[in-house]
RNA sequence: GGCCCGUUCGUCUAUCGGCUAGGACGCAUGGUUCUCAUCCAUGUAAGAGGGGUUCGACUCCCCUACGGGCUACCA
């Protein structure tokens, strides 16, 4: 029986949650739920210099805001707990500790200033900058001397005078190395904490990672990881190398070119459905090998909820060349789901961006107000716009707006009075879209009138503006006594 | 500079050597329609360049170009 597969996120707390590491979670959950497997939350915060108060509280909210649900890990618990670095330091020391015994590490007493001054030389001279493993053939005796005497050091990893490393991305097939180039990098830095080098490969191997899913940036130091399985004596997991996800210009995604936090996009109104869809898109596809497109009964093969994507799912499918992060096909994907939503979850989500205060507008009216703009909503934070004119008293606009294509000014107003007539003799009780129209349209049928030259004016009185929902549908919802103030209003323009 | 990864429509992508290069978004046009939006239909647009291998290359190999990543006691 093939061992189930077990994956991890494990981001770093920097107070916000990046696009490409909900990417990174994404598939990391993708890789092991497709598969029945297991997906962990591990909290990276060995560098106490970048910590941010309340950061993983923050991280850990909007994780389950985007659906994203661990079966273990930080604050919630598991067998291979803790799943905070900073929390596993006498771990650390364990391993570090065995390595050390085995000669397969170092301490290095080179302070920071020697190695600053040698990096630069070696940049002066064109070399690649390298540690120059002074301490490396340092005998047992003269650093244990060194270390009694409180000089400061650093564990570093000895490395492979000259061996080609050959490592396996799931991706992208046998990756090699040499040796040679590779630093002799620190395990465990001065103050005994673990660099995410060494923390990663003891941490994967204690909670029985199967596959290590992270960005194409961790490429360069694969190796060092292989080689430290190597050290230790343990099998390496597989790994799973995510190409890049890139801003408009080609770049790093950087909080510079804005819009990368996914709280970012949460405050704009995007939903979670979408942005998983989004971003399971950026990078894979759902056709299928055998024929183009996945299923031929669905009309768009592309829009999927996360427990589609689960399904049809596969590690293959990844593709390998960097992304650009083009919101055009999320802004579409988001404008389908506000669509799909049933209304009065859509009011709920809608209410925090209208900002109506304690005004007096009922939640009925509200709810048929938000109704209506439903279909053209593509963000939530766009409802207030929309919707603005449902809740204003006095409508601004230029009364030539009221003119229909060739007709005059006089003429729309004349149109407006005999819609009044109409209007006013539906009873109140009666007041609906459908009767609206009904005895409106009848009437502009039966006298040969052009329909444009009455319901624009219309339209136009009721809402101020040149695109809106229909005058009968935004008449229904303003009620009787608005609607018929409102036009009455734009004849006396 | 060195090492590494990548390169199909504007964007995200499909193609396990046979292609009239498929889909999605966008855009355009038409239909529905008082407007916008929705919905439906149609259209638009691509294999970085050069060498090989092969009966045949978008698919395999090499070189070049371009893009990107890494090069910390950051992750």
Redesign the pocket.
Known sequence: MKTKIKTRF???PTGFLHIGGLRTALFAYLIAKSKDGEVILRI?D??Q??EIEGAVDKLIEILDWTGIKFDAGARLGGEDGPYTQSKRQKIYSKYCDRLLASGQAYPCF???ER?QKM?EEQQAN?Q????DRKCRDLSFEEADAKIKAGE?Y?IRQKMPRSVMVKVMDEL?GE????SA?L?D??LI???G?P???FAVVVDDHLMKITHIVRG??????FPKNILLYKAFGWEAPKFVHL??V?NKS???LSKRTGDVSVENFKAKGYLPQALINFVA???W?P???QD??SDKSK????ILNLAEITEQFDLK?I??????F?T??L??LN??YI?QLNLNKLVDLCLPFLNLKDEKFSQKYIKKVIGLEQ??LKRLDEIKELTEFFFVKNLEYDENMLV?KKMDLSQAKLNLKKIIELLEKIPEENWTKKSIEDDIVTYLRTKELK??EY??PM?VALTG????????EVAEVLGKKESLSRIEKAIKK
């Open positions: 494990a981001p770093s990276e060995t560098d210099k970048r080179c302070s920071s190695l990096r064109k690649a900058p390298r540690y400061s650093v992208r990756i090699k190395f040499n180039e630093e990098h620190v830095k001065s103050n904490v660099t995410y080098q194409e940036e961790w490429i360069p130091s190409p890049l890139m080609g770049g790093k898109l950026l990078g596809s056709y299928s090998k183009n497109v009309k768009n093969p592309e499918n593709s390998i060349s960097s992304a650009i083009d055009e096909k802004d579409f404008g389908y669509r279909e053209r229909w329909i444009g319901l624009w339209r503006r040149k695109a809106s929902p229909g005058p009968f």
